[in-house]
């Protein structure tokens, strides 16, 4: 769990790459959990020990900085993961038993603008002692701070009929899960404002009857323990039409990308709804821009032989290719490569890891990748 990677979620919202203004306002405090009152010593002290922090319920969260030897980073209690910026991170339970919640909640440096387009991103790692995935987690905005008397979830009850919080939820879903242990997976969605928000409350509102839950490898039932670093909230900057849940805006060159959605059934290489769904994204993304190429990159788990293996690869290639000039992506601008089972982001020995490596990466070029190769 050590390694920090690009996520792309295929949500209920829209998760994407989008251009912000230059020296644009982070409205969320502290974004980073660098801050605090003092090293944390104890769990359950993220209110005690962070600036600009604090839990809406009696859920106790807990705070993780690399000055501590209790409470560290990269090794604590719940896995290893080193920070994804700085130093310290958040840490909670998104489910449990008896619908144990935890939350983390800030007051925005100010309100938001009715009608305006804000971005919000941040960095999401599963725990390794985490027992359950989700695949939802929900960002709540009020108009003010909320106090509740409960460890377990943050229900309706709390929030609707209380005019006076003016809520705002928002879904945040993934095409299968959020189960990540070893990289962090970076969240980015585009909403319009309504006025109301002026608080932010990240965590899961349902009760464990009504979550939507993957099984890890482990066999106890103490729940799904997440990390959480990098929030940051900006107005976006973007074109205003956001029609198609679309990838727009300021790119990043030379980086690989993983959209989550766009994984295949084993010995298959056909696309499925939601990885056609993707692909749609990606392609209004290079129509935007006619400068950029694209390089695909397949990849397949370690079960069959290995020449058998690379053709399925190349396979899985050419249909994400076969869609895109489809949709009217000239050929000229795709490349392709494949790797087999030789580059593996997961373990293969559980059907969750064999899952994650048969896939298909993105790399995104400001020049055609062979002439690249040539030069």
Same mark, same amino acid.
Not at 59 to 73: A, I, L, V
Not at 90 to 104: H, K, L, M, T, W
Not at 137 to 141: K, M, N, T
Not at 326 to 333: A, I
């Given at each position: 769990?050590?390694?920090?990677?690009?996520?792309?979620?295929?949500?209920?919202?829209?998760f994407?790459?989008?251009?912000?203004?230059?020296?644009?306002? &982070?409205?969320v405090?502290?974004?980073?959990?660098?801050?605090?009152?003092?090293?944390?010593?104890?769990?359950?002290?993220?209110?005690?020990?962070?600036?600009?922090?604090?839990?809406?319920?009696q859920?106790?969260?807990?705070?993780?900085?690399?000055?501590?030897?209790?409470?560290?980073?990269p090794?604590?209690?719940?896995?290893?993961?080193?920070?994804?910026?700085?130093?310290?991170y958040?840490?909670?339970?998104?489910?449990?038993?008896?619908?144990?919640?935890?939350?983390?909640q800030a007051?925005?440096?100010?309100?938001?603008?009715?009608?305006?387009?804000?971005r919000?991103?941040?960095?999401?790692?599963?725990?390794?002692?985490?027992?359950?995935?989700?695949?939802t987690?929900?960002?709540?905005?009020t108009?003010?701070?909320?106090?509740?008397?409960?460890?377990?979830?943050?229900? =309706?009850?709390?929030?609707?009929?209380?005019?006076?919080?003016?809520?705002?939820?928002?879904?945040?879903?993934?095409?299968?899960?959020?189960?990540?242990?070893?990289?962090?997976?970076?969240?980015?969605?585009?909403?319009?404002?309504?006025?109301?928000?002026? &608080?932010?409350?990240?965590?899961?509102?349902?009760?464990?009857?009504?979550?939507?839950?993957?099984?890890?490898?482990?066999?106890? &039932?103490?729940?799904?323990?997440?990390?959480?670093?990098?929030?940051?909230?900006?107005?976006?900057?973007?074109?205003?039409?956001t029609?198609?849940?679309?990838?727009?805006?300021?790119?990043?060159?030379?980086?690989?990308?993983?959209?989550p959605?766009?994984?295949?059934?084993?010995?298959?290489?056909?696309?499925?709804?939601?990885?056609?769904?993707?692909?749609?994204?990606?392609?209004?993304?290079? =129509?935007?821009?006619?400068?950029?190429?694209?390089?695909?990159?397949?990849?397949?788990?370690?079960?069959?032989?290995?020449?058998?293996?690379?053709?399925?690869?190349?396979?899985?290639?050419?249909?994400?290719?076969?869609?895109?000039e489809?949709?009217?992506?000239?050929?000229?601008?795709i490349?392709?490569?494949?790797?087999?089972?030789?580059?593996?982001?997961?373990?293969?020995?559980?059907?969750?890891? =064999?899952?994650?490596?048969? =896939?298909?990466?993105?790399?995104?070029?400001?020049?055609?990748?062979?002439?690249?190769?040539?030069?």
């Open positions: 769990m050590r390694g920090i990677g690009h996520y792309l979620g295929a949500a209920c919202l829209l994407t790459l989008v251009a912000v203004p230059a020296g644009a306002q &982070n409205l405090p502290n974004p980073g959990f660098e801050g605090y009152s003092r090293c944390p010593r104890f769990l359950g002290n993220f209110e005690a020990d962070i600036i600009g922090w604090d839990c809406p319920t859920g106790s969260t807990d705070y993780f900085h690399r000055c501590s030897e209790d409470m560290g980073t090794e604590n209690f719940n896995g290893e993961q080193r920070a994804a910026e700085g130093e310290g958040a840490g909670f339970y998104a489910y449990a038993p008896g619908d144990y919640r935890e939350y983390v007051q925005l440096a100010e309100p938001l603008e009715d009608g305006r387009q804000y919000l991103r941040f960095s999401l790692s599963l725990a390794e002692r985490s027992d359950f995935a989700l695949n987690l929900h960002v709540l905005f108009a003010k701070p909320m106090r509740v008397g409960t460890k377990k979830n943050l229900a =309706r009850r709390y929030w609707l009929g209380h005019p006076e919080l003016k809520p705002h939820q928002l879904d945040i879903a993934a095409s299968a899960s959020f189960a990540d242990t070893e990289n962090w997976m970076h969240l980015d969605t585009v909403f319009t404002a309504r006025g109301t928000e002026a &608080n932010l409350i990240i965590g899961n509102l349902l009760p464990n009857a009504r979550t939507r839950t993957f099984r890890t490898n482990r066999r106890s &039932n103490k729940g799904a323990y997440y990390y959480l670093d990098g929030i940051v909230l900006e107005p976006y900057a973007g074109n205003g039409d029609g198609r849940e679309s990838l727009v805006g300021d790119i990043p060159k030379d980086s690989l990308l993983v959209l959605s766009l994984l295949f059934e084993f010995d298959a290489h056909q696309l499925t709804d939601a990885g056609k769904e993707a692909l749609h994204r990606v392609y209004d993304a290079l =129509r935007s821009d006619l400068s950029l190429f694209l390089e695909l990159r397949g990849h397949t788990d370690s079960r069959g032989a290995p020449a058998y293996n690379q053709q399925l690869s190349e396979q899985r290639c050419r249909a994400v290719a076969r869609y895109l489809g949709l009217g992506l000239d050929s000229v601008r490349r392709w490569i494949g790797f087999g089972a030789a580059r593996p982001v997961a373990g293969n020995s559980s059907e969750s890891g =064999r899952r994650r490596n048969r =896939r298909v990466e993105f790399l995104i070029r400001s020049e055609d990748p062979v002439q690249a190769r040539q030069n």
